[in-house]
C-alpha cells in the first residue's frame, strides 16, 4: 500500500520529496510524519485538523492553504462529527484571517486514481485566486 501518487505531482522538487515517500513507506501526512516532510508554516492546530500553507502552491494563487487531518483516514465516511464540524471552523477562522472576497474549499477523498490526489490521506485546499495580480489566470484543478 502507497500513501503517494506519483503521477499526481506536479513539480520536480515534489517529486523528489514524494519519491523519498515511496521508498520510506510513511504516510507524510500522518501526525508522526508530517514534521518529516511538509515545511508549510502551521497557522492553526485543534483536535482534529492542522491547518497550515501549502508548500507547492497553485501559481495565481494569493493564498493556498493545507487543511490536513490529525489521524489517518482516506474515505469521507471515516470523518467523526466532531471533526466534520471543526473542519468548517477552521475554514471560517481562514475567511476572516485573510479576509477572503472568495475562492474555492475542496477536499479531495478515495482512492487517488480517482480523487487526483497527490496523497492518500484526507486533506482539504483553500485557495484564495489572486485576482488583483496583473499577469492573472484563473487556477484550475483536475479529479480523475
Ligand atoms: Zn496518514
Known amino acids: 500500500m502507497s500513501y503517494v501518487n506519483m503521477g499526481n505531482a506536479r513539480f520536480d522538487d515534489q517529486k523528489a520529496v514524494m ?5 520510506s513507506g510513511d504516510c507524510p501526512f500522518c501526525p ?3 514534521a518529516k516532510y511538509h515545511h ?5 492546530e485543534g483536535n482534529s ?6 508548500q507547492w502552491p497553485r501559481e495565481h494563487a494569493k493564498y493556498h492553504l493545507l487543511l490536513i487531518l ?3 483516514a482516506v474515505s469521507l465516511a471515516e470523518l467523526s462529527q466532531e471533526a466534520s464540524n471543526e473542519f468548517f471552523d477552521h475554514m471560517r477562522w481562514a475567511e476572516r484571517r ?7 474549499l475542496f477536499m479531495r477523498f478515495g482512492e487517488t486514481e480517482y480523487s487526483g ?5 484526507l486533506h482539504a485546499q483553500f485557495i484564495v485566486p489572486d485576482k488583483e495580480a496583473p499577469n492573472f489566470e484563473p487556477v484550475r484543478f483536475k479529479v480523475g
Open 19 to 23: 519519491q523519498k515517500i515511496l521508498e
Open 32 to 34: 508522526e510524519n508530517l
Open 40 to 44: 508549510g508554516k502551521v497557522l492553526r
Open 49 to 54: 485538523w492542522i491547518l497550515t500553507f501549502n
Open 70 to 72: 490529525k489521524e489517518h
Open 98 to 104: 485573510f479576509m477572503v472576497r472568495g475562492g474555492l
Open 117 to 121: 490526489a497527490s496523497v492518500n490521506h
